[in-house]
């Protein structure tokens, strides 16, 4: 009698661990919605196309599935925002580390020629969720970041 006793609060045991184990459907964001949400926030903009991307900031289209970049038109200001779904999580990696060198080149342009845009790049962040990377540079940093959360609630 123990022996089934136990047998069956096993199998319940089991049984409710399992009831648990159901997998989060993976969020799609249109990165151009998402980009268009940040209009308020962006100054004029230029939008590279994929060979300007590749030879100016070492990103291959083909490591994305979407994509949308934006760099200031106006060539004193730092404002930049990369919003990419990655095709898998080796293309995300990489991504990554073009955006921290991006990060890198523009405070090292800044540093000395323009002061006050350096501030901006300083609280430039790195964001990834899922497959999805943005890099944010603006002076409005944490209202670009909120959207790019909420994007994925």
Known sequence: MKKFLSLILALCLLLSLSACGGKEEAVSVDVN???ESYSQYM????FPDEDTMMNFLGVSVEDCVQYKVAICAEGMR?????LMEAKDASALENLKQLAQTRVDAKLEETVTYAPDQYV?????????????????ISPDVDALKAGFEAAFQ
């Open 43 to 46: 100054p004029d903009m230029f």
């Open 78 to 82: 730092a404002d930049e925002v990369w």
């Open 33 to 35: 919605a998402l980009y």
């Open 120 to 136: 901006v790049v300083e609280k430039a962040v790195i964001l990834t969720q899922g497959n999805y990377l943005a890099l944010l």
